[in-house]
């Protein structure tokens, strides 16, 4: 189950990723990791993960 720092973030990211136009390609919670994985982009460009304390990151 996602933190409520990690649920916080990922609302906040994919509310800026609509208001930029992206669409949301995955959304997915991974149990083992407990991050949130979010990709993204009209080309899959942006891929951003979610960690427990709902600090964020590009990953490339």
Request: hydrophobic letters at 40%; glycine letters at 4%; one cysteine or more.
């Amino acid at each position: 189950m996602p933190t409520r720092k990690q649920s916080d973030t990922a609302i906040f990211l994919c509310q800026l990723l609509s208001n930029l136009y992206q669409p949301i390609q995955i959304f997915r919670y991974d149990r083992k990791l407990k991050t949130i994985y979010i990709q993204a982009g009209s080309r899959d460009e942006i891929a951003v993960i979610i960690d427990e304390e709902g600090s964020w990151e590009f990953v490339l």
